[in-house]
C-alpha cells in the first residue's frame, strides 16, 4: 500500500488522504441550499435552477454563503449532477415541485449525443469553481463533484427521479448495447469534467452515485462498480493521485467491494449503515465519510448529540469526514446545524 502523502494544512482533504485528524473535520451534502434564508433570496434572483448554476457569480455565492454561517472544513462547488446530460444535448428543466425533467432516450437517441461538446457548455461552472477557490481561506477544502454514470444514467433514461429507477434498470437489460454505449459516454465525460474541475481549482472531487440501491449484485457491479473503476482510472491517467470519495448510496453489503474496486480515497457512507458493520467490515485505513440521518438534524436535540458522538466514536479509530448520511432538507433549522458542530468540534 503507497503511503499516505504529506499532510497539506487543509484537515479535510489530510483526513482523505488518510491522515487521521484529532476531531473529525466537516462538511454537509447540499450544505448550499434552500434552509439558508441566503441561499432563497439568491435563487429568487437567478430565474431558472440551471441559470443560477451556469452563472459564476451567484454560484460562487451560494456556495461559500454556509462557510460564512458556520465551521464547516469545505467548501462544496454549487451546480447539480444533471449538468452533464445538459451538456451532451440532452435538455434538462427543474419543473417547480416535481424536480429535474428530461426527455428520456431511446436506444436511437443515445447515438445522437453530444459528448465531442460537452466540456464547453461547462465552461461557466468551471469559472465559479476558480472564483471559490480565489475566495476560500487557505484552510478549507473545496471540493467539485459529478454524478456517477449509472446515476446520472438514470435520469437520462427515465426522464425524471425515480423510487425503483425501473425504466433504467429495464432499458440495461433489454438494450445492452445501447446502455453500454451511454455508460462509455457517460464515463469519459464525466472524468475530463472532473479533471477539468480539479484543474480549475477543486483540492478533491466526489462521486455521487445516488441510486446504487434497488440493484441486485451483478447489476451493482456492471452498473456501478465498474463504471466507477474506470472512471477513477480514467481521472488518475489525466490527474495522477487525485483525491476522490465515492459515494454509492444503498450499497449495503458491497460496500468494501465497491471501495476496493474503484480505488477512491474516501468511502461515503449513507445513514442505513450500520456502524459497528461498517467499522468491521472496511479497511482501517479506508478514510469513511458519514453517516447521520438527515431528519435527526432536523429533529435536533439530545438524540441528535447522542448518534452524533456514537458516529464520532464508531471511526475514531480511522481517518473519518463527519457528514450526513445524504443531503441536509429544506425544513432544517439553522440553530441545529450549530448545535451539530459544536458536539463535532467540542
Not at 480515497?265 to 449503515?273: F, K, Q, R
Not at 458516529?311 to 473519518?320: E, K, N, Y
Amino acid at each position: 500500500m503507497r503511503a499516505s502523502p504529506q499532510p497539506t494544512g487543509k484537515p479535510l482533504l489530510d483526513a482523505a488522504l488518510g491522515h487521521k485528524q484529532k476531531t473529525p473535520p466537516v462538511w454537509i451534502m447540499r450544505q448550499a441550499g434552500r434552509y439558508l434564508p441566503e441561499y432563497r433570496e439568491v435563487r429568487a434572483k437567478a430565474g431558472s435552477f440551471l441559470d443560477l448554476c451556469y452563472t459564476p457569480t451567484l454560484a460562487c455565492e451560494v456556495t461559500l454563503q454556509p462557510l460564512r454561517r458556520f465551521d464547516l472544513d469545505a467548501a462544496i462547488l454549487f451546480s447539480d449532477i444533471l449538468v452533464i446530460p445538459d451538456a451532451l444535448g440532452q435538455p434538462v428543466r427543474f419543473a417547480q415541485g416535481e424536480g429535474p425533467v428530461l426527455e428520456p432516450l431511446d436506444a436511437k437517441s443515445v447515438a445522437s449525443l453530444s459528448p465531442e461538446k460537452a466540456l464547453d457548455h461547462l465552461t461557466p461552472v468551471l469559472e465559479t469553481l476558480e472564483r471559490i477557490k480565489a475566495a476560500l481561506a487557505q484552510e478549507k477544502t473545496l471540493i467539485g463533484f459529478c454524478g456517477a454514470p449509472w446515476t446520472v444514467a438514470t435520469y437520462m433514461l427515465g426522464g425524471k427521479g425515480s423510487s425503483d429507477q425501473a425504466a433504467a434498470r429495464l432499458f440495461a437489460l433489454n438494450e445492452p448495447v445501447a446502455f453500454a454505449a451511454l455508460i462509455d459516454i457517460l464515463v469519459e465525460v464525466s472524468a475530463r469534467y472532473l479533471v477539468a474541475q480539479l484543474r480549475a481549482g477543486a483540492d478533491m472531487v466526489q462521486i455521487f452515485e445516488s441510486w446504487a440501491l434497488n440493484l441486485d449484485e451483478t447489476a451493482f457491479r456492471n452498473y456501478v462498480i465498474e463504471p466507477n473503476r474506470r472512471l477513477v482510472a480514467r481521472v488518475r491517467e489525466l490527474v495522477p493521485d487525485a483525491p476522490i470519495t465515492g459515494f454509492p448510496r444503498g450499497a449495503a453489503g458491497m460496500l468494501a467491494e465497491y471501495a476496493e474496486k474503484t480505488g477512491v480515497n474516501v468511502l461515503g457512507l449513507d445513514y442505513a449503515t450500520p456502524l459497528a458493520f461498517a467499522s468491521q467490515t472496511l479497511p482501517q485505513t479506508l478514510t469513511v465519510q458519514g453517516n447521520l440521518d438527515p431528519l435527526r438534524l432536523v429533529a435536533g436535540g439530545a438524540q441528535m448529540e447522542s448518534r452524533a458522538r456514537e458516529i464520532v466514536a464508531a471511526f475514531a479509530d480511522r481517518p473519518h469526514i463527519f457528514n450526513l448520511g445524504h443531503g441536509i432538507v429544506p425544513q432544517t433549522p439553522i440553530a441545529h446545524v450549530s448545535d451539530l458542530l459544536k458536539v463535532i468540534k467540542g
